[in-house]
């Protein structure tokens, strides 16, 4: 019973009867579509605006970006004012694979196209040495004795601990 002295129970039937309940897939395809909307950069599911929907999907960017920041500070550090715009067109349609890899793939996708700052060069040598990572599962450590290069950086993993060689050209 609750206070008022009625028993608790269901609520009553609206006057226009139950709502029509939606099959559990259904609802989790909606879902699914608000997720991908938000950060994988797909269309808007029915029902939402735009304007909106586009507010968060920029603030779950740049709170991904600040993630990643902490994850690579010499990189961000390296890349100073154009760190949110270069993450931004990096990661935009992109979904995120954790704070660590994201940082990771954004340091190789740089690297490739010869636009690693230095700082960011060094980091990346040193994570490469220190771990093994292919792009689609987990870093892991290596046991072995690895070298690392990137952008000029030259890093050497041994018995666990990273010394970096070689300093990248600023």
């Known amino acids: 019973m609750s206070r008022r002295g009625t028993q608790a ?10 709502r029509p309940r939606q099959p559990a897939g259904d609802l989790a395809a909606r879902q699914a579509a608000l997720v991908a909307a938000l950060v994988a950069g797909g269309t808007p599911p029915p029902g939402f605006a735009a304007g909106p929907l586009a ?25 100073g004012d154009a760190w949110w715009d270069t993450f931004r067109r990096w990661a935009d349609g992109r979904p995120g694979s954790g704070p660590l890899r994201d940082g990771w ?3 190789r996708t740089l690297r490739d196209r010869g636009t690693l700052p230095a700082p960011g060069a060094e980091e990346l040598a040193e994570r490469e040495a220190a771990d093994r990572y292919d792009g689609r599962t987990a870093p892991r450590p290596r046991r072995l004795p690895a070298v690392a290069r990137a952008g000029g950086a030259v890093a050497v993993q041994v018995a666990g601990r990273v010394r970096l060689l070689r300093a990248a050209q600023r």
Request: proline share 11%; glycine share 14%; hydrophobic share 45%.
């Open 105 to 107: 793939d954004l340091a």
């Open 55 to 79: 507010a968060a999907r920029l603030a779950l960017l740049r709170k991904r970006a600040g993630e990643v920041a902490r994850r690579w500070p010499r990189l961000a550090a390296g890349l």
């Open 9 to 18: 129970g269901p609520p009553a039937a609206r006057p226009g009867g139950e």
